[in-house]
């Protein structure tokens, strides 16, 4: 079946811009998760979204971040005002209860601040 | 102190060589661990899980302790497709993964 997709695959922009960034989790998966992950570096955790509960956004780096998880379903990850260090490989994945693993990850979005 | 730590590497070994990896937690209230392996400009996928009686696949061979809050992976009879990045990822009680930025394994021919 269709796994985590994500959307642009690429993404160029120049600083002072806002993002947005989409992700399809698997259907049925009630858990969805947005990390991001640096050249070099690990996987930095952003937010996590478990059906209808509040959000856990201890991840996101600064209130220009944003996240929305409509219907249960599709993600988008906004960032505001792109600055360069925003630079990085924007991963979702899911899975299908809170915890439960595997998470599936998506391809992911490289973006790039110039 | 970060949360989870690994040794960067990289790991260099010739094939059918065993190799190990060790990673610590900072969060003694973590509930689950698991290895994922990330191939290069790849997405991470799970290799296994971590139980605190250890527990063994294949070549693949985990160990959780939890009272030094330590996490390792052993590697048999390495194989040129095992080079990868690997990384230690512990489960909050939040119910979010904190992923170690992960060891790198390269096996050599």
């Known amino acids: 079946g269709a796994g985590v997709s994500q959307s642009p695959s690429n993404k160029v922009t120049e600083k002072g811009k806002d993002v947005e960034l989409r992700c399809d989790p698997i259907s049925g998966h009630t858990a969805l998760y947005w990390y991001r992950q640096s050249l070099g570096q690990g996987l930095e955790f952003l937010i996590y979204f478990q059906g209808n509960s509040a959000p856990d956004k201890s991840g996101l780096p600064s209130d220009r971040f944003s996240a929305e998880r409509t219907g249960g379903s599709v993600s988008t990850l906004t960032i505001q005002r792109t600055q360069q260090e925003d630079s990085a490989v924007y991963l979702c994945?899911?899975?299908?209860?809170?915890?439960?693993?595997?998470?599936?990850f998506g391809d992911g979005t490289r973006l790039s601040i110039l | 102190r970060k949360e989870v730590e690994q040794d960067p590497g990289p790991f260099n070994v010739p094939e059918g060589a065993t190799v190990a990896f060790n990673c610590t937690y900072s969060n003694s209230a973590s509930q689950s661990f698991f290895w994922y392996r990330q191939d290069c400009r790849k997405e991470p996928k799970l290799l296994m899980s971590?139980?605190?009686s250890g527990n063994e696949d294949g070549r693949f061979t985990a160990q959780l302790n939890r009272a030094s809050q330590y996490i390792s992976l052993l590697i048999r009879d390495s194989k040129l497709s095992d080079s990868a990045t690997y990384l230690c990822v512990v489960l909050r009680s939040q119910g979010n993964l904190i992923f170690g930025k992960g060891t790198k394994l390269s096996v050599k021919p």
């Open positions: 994945a899911s899975s299908d209860r809170r915890g439960y693993q595997p998470q599936h």
């Open positions: 971590v139980y605190s």
